[in-house]
């Protein structure tokens, strides 16, 4: 690899170019902080796609969407036969989230084959540059969908049924985006027979502390954690809050704080590794002088090792029961990614470039799921991390420097290089 | 006052009348399981008030409302100078609530003056049916703001700013209702200088176990225990679900479980006469993979003595401030309502007309709050109770028979006659 890399393709990478389209973009869906708000297929999301397509013809490449709205940008190979390398992440953002987690994978594997492309060299193997529908899953439980569909690991009518806090479906979304965008090229939904990718690589911020801590410019990323969500419902019994007896009442509320005292319990663990994470509550009727009759509530559970991950969450329905004591309880897990680990040939790959590069790396695992552990079943799959200012990521705080997203961007420009020409 | 009650009066209350007219309130807003959400200041609210208003002016009432949106139906005394009698409750409901409660009190004041009318009988003094502007308490919060405006307890712009879960501001809604009434002559806000209501009386649901499970008709009111009503800001940090160790976290869905549970400990009374309970949570950003920054949950704590309120409810911020671990908080008192106790004349009255209609009846305070205790410092005040069925209420399936409500109709026609005779 060392030997490979023409020098032009670093200098190419255009750093004040990529963070004003960084900024660019944060400026769709602008909250208080520097963060973003912009979810899933919604049209601050459909602003934003725009614009990349719009910088994706200027660059030279052509576009195309799939039926779960994954979006193409496909820079050509000398061979237009030879399997694509693959590169990308996801455009939409958390409710209250930053302005680099996803986005910058995007605009980074954009920057990268223009790059390329301006520093006159040429690849064998095609470039396409992805971004997956609904990554985040705030707005459309669970995250991941483009990607689970586009690998097949769900059938894309999944989630049809899936609603947002105002009750709009995912299939009412998809399908208003769709038509919104009907002037793209239609492309077919996930690999062809034979035309598997030769390799997937994505780029993101750590979401950690760990790079930074460390002194490091680069996450050669080997794997990622496992994570299962449940939804918990809970219902009691409306009842007056001035007249009702509490020793009479059926609050759901109160039952939920005993699922939660319990769940807890049932996941602590000494070395902090597994992360338990209550992050949505919705409770009815929500009102104060009311006893609330029916508590949902979410559960986000994640560990790296598969037998823990398994026999913690296997464990949840039970304790949750177990714990409720006025109301009755249900526990639907939504979502299940078992721990990932990436093939050797990307994360080499990366390591290669990086040491190329002069930039000191780092072999870790992810904490956060990504599109790319859906895309290991498929082909040689890695990802590329970058340095987060404080660990602090779905967050407004969220922070990656200039300089640092440029030396990732080099990382994956060279990586890329090196895949597509082999 | 059992020699003054005309027999034709107590006949002329025509039970099925009263029974269509809360059915048919009932529609405007009506919910699976016989409930109904019609809450202030909706275009629902403004439906239930045209339908009352056509009925009054058949009856031969003068309609006029208040720039709180209090709405007056007037039946003219013989001497219209005099103090009228007021009697009414509230239209609007909860977020899941019942058929009853509230809206009787308003159903059965107008069926009871028109039986006055009806029998061919006048009253020296007017008598004034009243709907009290958001008593409930569940779209704008506090509740019986009409109430509490009227009688000088609070100014009337003091819940300008309140929102509703949309953002709506409560002086916005109250603009916009009062230009879709425009039509409506209005009248000045609160009793004007030397003109005090004679008396107000006040009919309800019990909303409690209490006359049913004695085989009872009537409750006979003698005050209403007291209420203060808090909300809880708890402030942390948004964090990535997956990254970040849950020993590093600031989560405010956490420290809301430990504040709870240190105000269950605080609230716990073995006689179960306080009353303590979380209604409403909001959780911000509501997404399932992020750690929340934010939580904001609703006390509403009760009890008749007022002794017991003051020293549980002064000790709720320090309670709530010493539970917390990882996050800030602040406790803000939003409602204060101290044990009101009515003054004898109207419950005495009340006694009367149900002893004289052969109706068993009870002394029993109130376990609810209502319009009634923000009457008592401006003139003498009292409330008639029918049974409600299970004691539930807040709850679709509140419930009280036809006839039990025909008999409470009784009682306040023969409460109020003998008032505005006086």
Same mark, same amino acid.
């Given at each position: 690899?060392?030997?490979?890399?023409?020098?032009?393709?670093?200098?190419?990478?255009?750093?004040?170019?990529?963070?004003?389209?960084?900024?660019?973009?944060?400026?769709?869906?602008?909250?208080?902080?520097?963060?973003?708000?912009?979810?899933?297929?919604?049209?601050?999301?459909?602003?934003?796609?725009?614009?990349?397509?719009?910088?994706?013809?200027?660059?030279?490449?052509?576009?195309? @969407?799939?039926?779960?709205?994954?979006?193409?940008?496909?820079?050509?190979?000398?061979?237009?036969?030879?399997?694509?390398?693959?590169?990308?992440?996801?455009?939409?953002?958390?409710?209250?989230?930053?302005?680099?987690?996803?986005?910058?994978?995007?605009?980074?594997?954009?920057?990268?084959?223009?790059?390329?492309?301006?520093?006159?060299?040429?690849?064998?193997?095609?470039?396409?540059?992805?971004?997956?529908?609904?990554?985040?899953?705030?707005?459309?439980?669970?995250?991941?969908?483009?990607?689970?569909?586009?690998?097949?690991?769900?059938? =894309?009518?999944?989630?049809?049924?899936?609603?947002?806090?105002?009750? @709009?479906?995912?299939?009412?979304?998809?399908?208003?985006?769709?038509?919104?965008?009907?002037?793209?090229?239609?492309?077919?939904?996930?690999?062809?027979?034979?035309?598997?990718?030769?390799?997937?690589?994505?780029?993101?911020?750590?979401?950690?502390?760990?790079?930074?801590?460390?002194?490091?410019?680069?996450?050669?990323?080997?794997?990622?954690?496992?994570?299962?969500?449940?939804?918990?419902?809970?219902?009691?019994?409306?009842?007056?809050?001035?007249?009702?007896?509490?020793?009479?009442?059926?609050?759901?509320?109160?039952?939920?704080?005993?699922?939660?005292?319990?769940?807890?319990?049932?996941?602590?663990?000494?070395?902090?590794?597994?992360?338990?994470?209550?992050?949505?509550?919705?409770?009815?009727?929500?009102?104060?002088?009311?006893?609330?009759?029916?508590?949902?509530?979410?559960?986000?559970?994640?560990?790296?090792?598969?037998?823990?991950?398994?026999?913690?969450?296997?464990?949840?329905?039970?304790?949750?029961?177990?714990?409720?004591?006025?109301?009755?309880?249900?526990?639907?897990?939504?979502?299940?990614?078992?721990?990932?680990?990436?093939?050797?040939?990307?994360?080499?790959?990366?390591?290669?470039?990086?040491?190329?590069?002069?930039?000191?790396?780092?072999?870790?695992?992810?904490?956060?799921?990504?599109?790319?552990?859906?895309?290991?079943?498929?082909?040689?799959?890695?990802?590329?991390?970058?340095?987060?200012?404080?660990? @602090?990521?779905?967050?407004?705080?969220?922070?990656?420097?200039?300089?640092?997203?440029? =030396?990732?961007?080099?990382?994956?420009? =060279?990586?890329?290089?090196?895949?597509?020409?082999?």
């Amino acid at each position: 690899m060392t030997d490979t890399l023409p020098p032009a393709l670093p200098a190419a990478i255009d750093e004040s170019r990529q963070w004003a389209r960084l900024m660019g973009m944060a400026m769709l869906g602008a909250i208080p902080h520097d963060g973003v708000n912009r979810e899933a297929l919604t049209p601050l999301d459909r602003q934003a796609r725009r614009l990349l397509v719009t910088w994706a013809i200027e660059a030279g490449l052509t576009v195309s @969407i799939d039926e779960m709205n994954n979006l193409f940008l496909r820079h050509e190979g000398t061979d237009p036969t030879a399997a694509p390398v693959l590169s990308g992440s996801h455009m939409d953002s958390q409710p209250s989230g930053g302005r680099f987690d996803g986005i910058w994978g995007v605009v980074a594997a954009l920057e990268a084959v223009q790059a390329i492309r301006e520093a006159g060299l040429a690849t064998r193997r095609p470039i396409e540059v992805v971004s997956w529908t609904n990554e985040e899953g705030g707005r459309f439980a669970p995250g991941c969908m483009g990607s689970m569909a586009w690998s097949g690991h769900r059938p =894309a009518t999944t989630w049809d049924q899936v609603a947002d806090g105002a009750g @709009i479906t995912f299939r009412a979304a998809l399908d208003e985006q769709m038509a919104a965008e009907a002037d793209l090229p239609r492309r077919p939904l996930g690999p062809q027979p034979g035309a598997a990718p030769f390799a997937y690589v994505e780029a993101h911020i750590e979401q950690g502390p760990r790079l930074e801590a460390d002194l490091l410019d680069i996450g050669v990323v080997t794997g990622i954690q496992g994570s299962r969500w449940f939804l918990v419902d809970i219902t009691g019994q409306s009842a007056h809050a001035g007249t009702t007896p509490v020793g009479l009442r059926r609050d759901a509320v109160q039952d939920m704080v005993r699922a939660i005292e319990a769940l807890n319990r049932l996941t602590e663990d000494p070395e902090d590794v597994l992360r338990f994470t209550v992050g949505r509550v919705e409770v009815h009727p929500n009102s104060s002088n009311s006893v609330a009759d029916r508590v949902r509530f979410s559960i986000d559970l994640r560990h790296p090792d598969a037998a823990v991950l398994t026999a913690k969450g296997d464990a949840i329905a039970a304790t949750v029961q177990s714990a409720v004591k006025f109301c009755t309880a249900q526990v639907t897990e939504r979502f299940t990614a078992m721990p990932a680990t990436f093939q050797p040939d990307v994360p080499a790959a990366v390591e290669a470039a990086a040491a190329a590069l002069g930039l000191r790396s780092l072999r870790l695992a992810s904490g956060a799921f990504h599109d790319a552990q859906f895309l290991v079943p498929v082909c040689p799959t890695g990802m590329i991390f970058v340095p987060s200012r404080g660990g @602090i990521s779905h967050n407004p705080a969220e922070y990656s420097s200039p300089e640092q997203l440029a =030396a990732g961007t080099r990382v994956l420009a =060279a990586t890329l290089y090196d895949l597509a020409n082999r």
